[in-house]
């Protein structure tokens, strides 16, 4: 180049991913690992984080009764119940939601209708018999 010196500015939109345990992914968007593409459904993935949250509360003794934590959550005790039956998925459920790998007809209304206490039909249920 002769004379004046010309800029080039290049822009790449990155998205920082924090991941469970801290670490933090820098991802590009046409990666498959980048946020909009990961496949999570966020309204499950929120439901089982409450769910979790509301169980610690309880076993930690802050409080004693669904209903004592539905009034301090000010949300309806029917919801909290029904919503702590996610408590009782198998962990790799869980973690499969949680990553956004479980299958497309897992959603909240289904899981929240029943589910079943035993690991193994669960896992049948969702089409991950191999299971952990």
Known sequence: MTGAAQMLTVRVPLAIRKLRGGRKLMVAPSSPASPGASGADTTLVKAVARAFRWR???ETGRYSTIDDLAA???INSSYVS???RLTLLAPDIVEAILDGQQPSEMMLPELMKG????WEVQRWRSGRSGGQ
Request: glycine share 8%; proline share 8%; aromatic share 0%.
């Open 72 to 74: 301090g959550e000010k």
């Open 56 to 58: 610690r509360l309880i």
């Open 82 to 84: 029904r919503l702590l």
């Open 115 to 118: 589910v079943p206490t035993i």
